[in-house]
Nanobody
Framework: QVQLVESGGGSVQAGGSLRLSCATSGYTYILYSMAWFRQAPGKEREGVASIDTFGSPTYCADSVNGRFTISRDNAKNKVYLQMNSLKSEDTAMYYC????????????????WGQGTQVTISA
């Protein structure tokens, strides 16, 4: 049974940092790309960043370039999202996704999803 479990969300002030983690199990993690998506209330789920099996990142949203960093630890079957210089518009539920078949920044491309971790940024 495939499981993706996110952690690390919380409430911080604008300008602060958070590090999200996604622990995976139940499939051959190392063979697949991973990604982070986010969804704010009333908005569609959007891609934040993806990372391939070699550790090469793709940042899906221009707004996160230079502030967010995606990484993976293949020994621990985990993927991370380091978020710096957080802004109120980063407030959303953040989801980890795995096993892509299609464009890396498209939610429709991913087979497995975690339950999400809430990130709230206050001004």
């Amino acid at each position: 049974q495939v499981q993706l479990v996110e952690s690390g969300g919380g409430s911080v002030q604008a300008g602060g940092s958070l590090r999200l983690s996604c622990a995976t199990s139940g499939y051959t993690y190392i063979l697949y790309s991973m990604a982070w998506f986010r969804q704010a209330p009333g908005k569609e789920r959007e891609g934040v960043a993806s990372i391939d099996t070699f550790g090469s990142p793709t940042y899906c949203a221009d707004s996160v370039n230079g502030r967010f960093t995606i990484s993976r630890d293949n020994a621990k079957n985990k993927v991370y999202l380091q978020m710096n210089s957080l802004k109120s518009e980063d407030t959303a539920m953040y989801y980890c996704a795995a096993v892509v078949s299609g464009p890396a920044c498209s939610a429709a491309s991913y087979k497995y999803w975690g339950q999400g971790t809430q990130v709230t940024i206050s001004a």
